[in-house]
């Protein structure tokens, strides 16, 4: 037979019925009906870090600031910061302000809400790569006072902020990035 003699004594494989089990079967209907169960609603109160360079990242965009870090080795300016350099494999080197304008890196253009239903006036999100940061480096946003016609990749951009009142700390206390003005750099 070659098996474990456990597997052979509960009747292992094809010998496997229910009538070789001990105990009661339960369907599933009762399972509700006959097993204990209890409805609890804990009043849990938690708290978590962001780490260092998210959480410094996102008290920066409460002041209306984007903060990025240095790498001293490969001569990088990480956007969103990072304390570890992917490429380097070493610990980042300074922190340093990168500006709130940028360049539309892809988009896309979306005709459904978040709840799958369809909407007159499309949602424009893509990621934009930002000024002051190495090539490529940026986050994934909002793009607002734009059409389908005028956004394209490329297209320089800056960060409309909400008032400072109203900032918590998140990457939408920028509302959405619209496109430079005339004579705006
Ligand atoms: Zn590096």
């Known amino acids: 037979m070659g098996r474990p003699h456990a597997v052979q004594r509960r009747g292992g494989d094809a010998r496997m019925t229910p009538e070789k089990w001990p105990g009661v079967e339960l369907s599933a209907k009762e399972f509700y ?6 409805k609890f609603r804990p009043e849990a109160k938690f708290a978590w870090s962001a780490g260092e360079a998210m959480s410094r990242f996102l008290a920066e965009l409460q002041d209306g600031r984007l903060i990025a870090r ?3 080795t490969c001569k990088r300016i990480l956007f969103p910061p990072r304390m570890f350099c992917e490429e380097c494999f ?4 300074e922190w340093v302000y990168v500006k709130d304008t940028g360049t ?4 896309s253009i979306s005709y459904l809400d978040l709840d799958a239903r369809r909407i007159e006036e499309p949602i424009y999100v893509g990621v934009v790569s930002v000024d002051g940061a190495s090539p490529k ?4 946003h909002y793009f607002g006072e734009v ?3 005028t956004i394209k990749i490329g297209l320089r951009v800056k960060a409309v902020w909400e008032p400072p009142e109203k900032r918590v700390g998140s990457v939408r206390d920028i509302r959405y990035w619209r496109p430079l003005r005339e004579g705006e750099r």
Do not use: L
């Open 137 to 140: 480096m940026g986050m994934m």
């Open 33 to 38: 009906e006959k097993v204990t169960s209890v």
């Open 70 to 72: 240095t790498c001293r």
């Open 90 to 93: 070493r610990p980042t080197s």
């Open 104 to 107: 539309i890196e892809t988009y």
């Open 147 to 149: 059409t389908p016609e």
